[in-house]
């Protein structure tokens, strides 16, 4: 009796490893301009100071965020929710327009992959260079290669880390901290965790993670219809595909010259001339790399290109095929996120720095003090969202006679909060017994347009 084997299952496919060929060319340039754009952003924005603070910061332990002017607090996190609902809108709309632009320009993955790869073509060299070094026995320069690679990866890595944990933690605090030693251990922890993602990602995994980690490259093509451009190798032009010779029997090849340029471009390293795949991440390298031979056998450029399948099989003109772009799907997208970034706009605009909550002491509910008259105590939560220090008023009404007990004014300083008794009496006789609706208003003093109202109750027994 034979006993069956249990099949391996692997979770990815063992791929060889990729080198990708540096190229040049107008999409690479623009690829570039993103990479200095974004990590500028990055690196740069946790130094920039507003106002005596650190300009962006999300400090979660005073539960307070920092963007520029502006503070947010845990109750605003609507804007949050309205960011992720734009984030998504604009993935949306910019995969049905072009495809995969976050993944090909503007993806941390993808920006840092460059970035590795730039240091290891400046240290062991181009394409062939780097493949024969991995095929050579270890020598004294091969280790020195390696090493002088891998620490420069490290150190790239690690200060991402820093730098990502200097958006939780005041940057310039937690440099003198890790300079002394002396960082928090959940400070180094994160710093360590998200330096090694970045070597991990970016120096080894690579294409791994666009392929298998990543489910964008799953549910693109739920976005794609036959109008969005998508990088293409046009067939019908480039086939039969061959080398050039000198001889007369070139005439019946296609412009493509068979070079395998557009493969070794490639930083998932597939063909494509073997159609759209979702390993392609739209980053335009094979686009570059096809346009530099093209021009160097004398044939016009854009064997591949941004085009579109109705744009291929009907032989549109490149306006054509822009104007196909508005199509009713790419309006809808376009129209909603339009309105809620307005109505984000005129929200932040309209935003009033204070926020108030209104808790009743649920330790007396209502209860007779001097003179007869009837007293409830409140808590209100005062939060000055301004950096400026301000002194509010507070007043109540919706019952006759009813006043305040005690000072009406609270002083805070910025970004700051304070939880505020407030204790509210009627004259006997003022109401009926039972639950009447009453209704706080906290103004700031000097401030005109600083004011929030928040209803309650006053119960009389």
């Given at each position: 009796?034979?006993?069956?084997?249990?099949?391996?299952?692997r979770?990815?496919?063992?791929?060889k490893?990729?080198?990708?060929?540096a190229?040049?060319g107008?999409?690479?340039?623009w690829r570039?301009?993103?990479?200095?754009?974004?990590?500028?952003?990055?690196?740069?924005?946790?130094?920039?100071?507003?106002?005596d603070?650190?300009?962006?910061?999300f400090?979660?332990?005073?539960?307070?965020?920092?963007?520029?002017?502006l503070?947010?607090w845990?109750?605003?996190?609507?804007?949050?929710?309205?960011l992720?609902i734009?984030?998504?809108l604009?993935?949306f709309l910019?995969?049905?327009v072009?495809g995969?632009?976050?993944?090909?320009?503007?993806?941390?993955q993808?920006?840092?992959?460059?970035?590795?790869l730039?240091?290891?073509?400046?240290?062991?060299g181009?394409?062939?260079?780097?493949?024969r070094?991995?095929?050579?026995?270890?020598?004294?320069?091969?280790?020195?290669?390696?090493?002088?690679?891998?620490?420069?990866w490290?150190?790239?890595?690690l200060?991402?880390?820093?730098?990502?944990?200097?958006?939780f933690?005041?940057?310039?605090?937690?440099g003198?901290?890790m300079?002394?030693?002396a960082?928090?251990?959940?400070?180094?922890?994160?710093i360590?965790?998200?330096g090694?993602?970045t070597?991990?990602?970016?120096?080894?995994?690579?294409?791994?993670?666009?392929?298998y980690?990543?489910?964008?490259?799953?549910?693109?093509?739920?976005?794609f219809d036959?109008?969005?451009?998508v990088?293409?190798?046009?067939a019908?032009?480039?086939?039969?595909r061959?080398?050039r010779?000198?001889?007369?029997?070139?005439?019946?090849?296609?412009?493509?010259?068979?070079?395998?340029?557009?493969?070794q471009?490639?930083?998932?390293?597939?063909?494509?001339?073997?159609?759209?795949?979702?390993q392609?991440?739209?980053?335009t390298?094979?686009?570059?790399?096809?346009?530099?031979?093209?021009?160097?056998?004398?044939?016009?450029r854009?064997?591949?290109r941004?085009?579109?399948?109705n744009a291929l099989?009907?032989?549109?003109?490149p306006?054509q095929?822009?104007?196909?772009?508005?199509?009713?799907?790419?309006l809808?997208?376009a129209?909603?996120?339009?309105?809620i970034?307005?109505g984000?706009a005129i929200?932040?605009?309209?935003r009033?720095?204070?926020?108030?909550?209104?808790i009743r002491?649920r330790a007396?509910?209502?209860r007779e003090?001097?003179?007869?008259?009837?007293?409830?105590?409140?808590?209100?939560?005062?939060?000055?969202?301004?950096?400026?220090?301000?002194?509010?008023?507070?007043?109540?009404?919706?019952l006759?006679t009813?006043e305040?007990?005690?000072?009406?004014?609270?002083?805070?300083?910025?970004?700051?909060?304070?939880?505020?008794?407030?204790r509210?009496?009627?004259?006997?006789?003022?109401?009926?017994?039972?639950?009447h609706?009453?209704?706080?208003?906290?103004?700031?003093?000097?401030?005109?347009g600083v004011?929030?109202?928040?209803?309650s109750v006053?119960?009389?027994?």
């Amino acid at each position: 009796m034979k006993v069956a084997v249990p099949a391996e299952i692997r979770l990815y496919a063992a791929d060889k490893k990729i080198y990708p060929r540096a190229v040049h060319g107008w999409f690479a340039a623009w690829r570039w301009l993103l990479v200095w754009g974004t990590q500028l952003v990055f690196y740069g924005g946790a130094w920039l100071t507003w106002n005596d603070r650190q300009a962006i910061l999300f400090d979660i332990a005073h539960r307070k965020f920092y963007i520029l002017g502006l503070v947010f607090w845990p109750q605003d996190v609507i804007y949050l929710a309205v960011l992720l609902i734009i984030c998504a809108l604009s993935l949306f709309l910019f995969t049905a327009v072009a495809g995969r632009l976050w993944c090909g320009y503007a993806c941390p993955q993808t920006v840092y992959t460059e970035i590795f790869l730039w240091v290891e073509r400046m240290i062991e060299g181009e394409r062939n260079k780097r493949i024969r070094l991995d095929r050579d026995p270890l020598h004294v320069r091969k280790a020195a290669l390696k090493t002088a690679k891998h620490a420069a990866w490290i150190a790239i890595a690690l200060w991402t880390g820093f730098t990502f944990v200097g958006y939780f933690t005041p940057i310039r605090e937690l440099g003198s901290e890790m300079l002394a030693l002396a960082a928090g251990p959940w400070e180094t922890f994160w710093i360590l965790f998200y330096g090694f993602a970045t070597y991990g990602n970016a120096g080894w995994m690579r294409e791994q993670v666009c392929t298998y980690m990543c489910p964008y490259a799953r549910f693109q093509s739920a976005m794609f219809d036959k109008d969005t451009l998508v990088i293409t190798y046009d067939a019908k032009r480039g086939e039969p595909r061959g080398a050039r010779s000198r001889s007369a029997d070139d005439r019946h090849l296609g412009d493509c010259v068979n070079c395998g340029i557009c493969v070794q471009v490639c930083p998932t390293g597939i063909d494509i001339r073997n159609g759209l795949q979702y390993q392609c991440i739209g980053c335009t390298a094979c686009i570059d790399g096809c346009n530099d031979v093209m021009d160097r056998v004398g044939a016009p450029r854009g064997l591949i290109r941004y085009s579109t399948q109705n744009a291929l099989e009907r032989h549109l003109t490149p306006a054509q095929t822009l104007a196909r772009a508005l199509r009713p799907r790419v309006l809808v997208y376009a129209s909603i996120l339009a309105a809620i970034v307005i109505g984000a706009a005129i929200g932040l605009y309209a935003r009033v720095p204070l926020k108030v909550d209104v808790i009743r002491d649920r330790a007396a509910i209502a209860r007779e003090v001097e003179g007869g008259r009837i007293e409830n105590v409140y808590r209100l939560q005062i939060m000055n969202t301004a950096e400026a220090k301000r002194t509010f008023e507070i007043s109540a009404a919706g019952l006759p006679t009813l006043e305040i007990a005690g000072a009406s004014r609270v002083e805070l300083e910025g970004t700051a909060s304070r939880m505020v008794p407030v204790r509210l009496r009627v004259q006997p006789g003022a109401a009926a017994a039972g639950t009447h609706r009453i209704e706080f208003a906290v103004s700031a003093i000097g401030a005109e347009g600083v004011e929030v109202r928040e209803k309650s109750v006053f119960i009389i027994r």
